[in-house]
């Protein structure tokens, strides 16, 4: 049996929640749980208060209830798996580095923000900078999988330098910005600007997508590398086409403002 975290009431003001993590529950007692700290508004109030606690300590965590407004869940994870039934607020898995966190509904903005492992599924659609460095910093997303199976918003894997993120629909602007490494798979349409001032790293659309004129075509060719995660992404359920898998993609090298090594690959319709 998972420890189980069911609402009780939905909070007036967003919840900062870094306390629900299988880090910091691991090997505490239910009242010790539903003692730790979170933060509602300018309040320090216990997870208890919103909270009833059922279960037992066992890695597992499964939150039950409409906790869109809890903010941080899984913050700095390194181990264990979060089982959110249902929607959830901003900063999910934000530093997570090891476990798995699954959201059966939506995610807000700022899914994963500078993650270094570890895995982070939503099921529904996902808000903006998705994986993506904090505002001023300097590196995103340094390892692990964000696979969200709907839409997702502006700046995906902004500054990351490793790892996976999958749209399996549509992505906003700024697909891919300041990439240093990395790849990035839209299975639906991308926005614009994408790849704009990346450096390295792989931007993958299956839909026509504009390019910016900081970008050359190269090539078209069947990139091996690229079978092996659609494979993978398939395995995780998302509707990945035998066309995609064996198919051929146009190699377009940018940003030629930056390094110029970085390269999108688009899918020959």
């Known amino acids: 049996m998972s420890l189980k ?10 919840v900062e929640a870094e ?5 910091k529950m691991e090997g505490l007692g239910l009242k010790d749980i539903a003692a730790l700290p979170v933060h509602h508004g300018n309040e320090t109030t216990t997870v208890g208060d919103f909270f009833k606690v059922t279960g037992k300590s066992n890695g597992e965590i499964r939150l039950e209830g409409d906790t869109s407004r809890f903010k941080m869940v899984g913050a700095a994870m390194s181990k264990g798996r979060i089982l959110i039934k249902g929607s959830i607020g901003q900063h999910v898995g ?20 500078e993650m270094s492992g570890g895995r982070i599924i939503v099921k529904g659609n996902a ?20 696979i969200v199976h709907g839409n997702a ?9 490793d790892g996976l993120i999958a749209i399996g629909g549509n992505s906003g602007d700024f697909t891919g910005v300041g990439m240093l490494a990395g790849t990035v798979i839209v299975l639906g349409k991308m926005g614009q600007r994408n790849g704009a001032a990346m450096k390295r790293g792989t931007i993958v659309s299956m839909e026509d997508a504009e390019m910016l004129p900081t970008f050359t075509y190269a090539c078209s060719y069947r990139p091996n590398f690229l079978r092996l995660y659609l494979r993978h992404l398939h395995d995780l359920g998302l509707p990945i086409k035998d066309s995609w898998i064996g198919g051929s ?4 090298s940018g940003d030629s403002i930056e390094l110029n090594r970085g390269e999108a690959l688009i899918f020959d319709r």
């Open 5 to 14: 975290l069911t609402l009780k009431k939905k909070p007036t003001v967003p």
């Open 19 to 23: 306390s629900i993590c299988p880090d």
């Open 94 to 113: 934000v530093a997570m580095s090891g476990g798995e966190i699954v959201v059966t509904k939506n995610a807000d903005n700022w899914v994963g923000p």
């Open 127 to 146: 808000g903006h900078m998705v994986g993506c460095a904090y505002r001023g910093g300097q590196v995103g997303v340094t390892g692990g999988e964000i």
């Open 153 to 161: 918003g502006n700046e995906i894997g902004n500054t990351m330098r």
């Open 249 to 252: 993609y146009h190699r377009w």
